[in-house]
C-alpha cells in the first residue's frame, strides 16, 4: 500500500507523552528537519505544543549531540553538520537506489550522454547517482562528489525555488567563486539568471563550473514541499551545443516524473502517525 506524505508533521503533547525518549526526540527531528530558516525554543513550543522545559532539554540534547546548532544570537537554531552528513548518507545509499540507478540508466541510454542525480546540500550540490557515457571524451564526477551551487545547472535551479529571503540566507555564506570567464560571479547579475530559470523551468551550465563542459537540468518534482533533487545530463561542449540541449528537455522531464514516483511510492509515513 503506497504511503500518504504528510504536509507538515506536529507534535501534541498528548501523543509525545506515551512515546519513548528516543521516538520523542525523533519526531521533534522531523519537526525540525521541515524548517528552512533558523528556529527558536518559542516557535517550536508555540508549533509543537510542548512544555518550554521539556523541548528546551530535548534540543539540549541534539546540540550536545550535533544534530543542531545555535546560530546567530545564540537564542535560534538550525541543523548541525552530524544531520546533514546522515541525510547525505541516506541519500546516497537510500533503498531506492537500485530504482534511481535505473531511470539514469535509461535516460542515458536515449540521449547518450552522462546523466546525474543531485541534491543541495549546505552551500553545495552532491552527487546522489550517476550514469557515464561510453564515449571515449567524458567529465568524470563520482557519486558523493560536491560541486558549487551558483554555477552548477541544478545548483542553480535549487536557487531559483527559493524565496529570496532563503536565497539571501545560504548565498551569504557561500563565495560566488569565479572558475571560469562564464561564471556568474555577480550578485545582481546571478539573481537575474535565476529568474530567467524560474520562469523556463530549467537550467544549464555552459562553461560555468568546467570549460568545456555543458549540462541542462530540471528539477525532480516534489510530492510535498520544495524539491530537493535535480536530474542533469552532462556532455562536453563539443557534443552538446546549448541549442541542441533543448531537444534534451522532454527526456529530462519523463526521467524527473519517473523519479519523483519512486521517491513517492518509498517515503515512510511520519514516525508521528504510526502506531
Known sequence: ??????DKPTL????????TPTLRLFSLLEVIAEKDEFFSLQKLVEETGLPKPTLHRMLQQLENAGIIQRDGDERHYSSGVRLRRLAERLLLNSTTHSARHAVLRKLKEEVGESCNLTALSGGEVIYVDRVETEAPLRFYLHPGSRVPVHCSATGKL???NMTPSQR????????LTQYTEKTISDFDALETEL???????????????????????????????????????Q???????????LNFL???QRAADALAKIEAESWPDSILDSD
Open 195 to 233: 529568474e530567467h530559470i524560474k520562469r523556463n523551468g530549467f537550467a544549464t551550465d555552459n562553461e560555468e563550473f568546467l570549460p568545456g563542459l555543458f549540462c541542462v537540468a530540471v528539477l525532480v518534482p516534489a510530492t510535498s514541499g520544495r524539491s530537493n533533487l535535480g536530474i542533469a545530463i
Open 168 to 175: 539571501r540566507r545560504l548565498l551569504k555564506n557561500v563565495e
Open 12 to 19: 501534541t503533547p498528548a501523543r509525545v507523552e506515551g512515546d
Open 250 to 252: 522532454p527526456a529530462l
Open 235 to 245: 556532455a562536453p561542449i563539443m557534443r552538446l551545443k546549448p541549442d541542441q540541449a
Open 1 to 6: 500500500m503506497t504511503s500518504t506524505v504528510k
Open 158 to 160: 535549487f536557487l531559483a
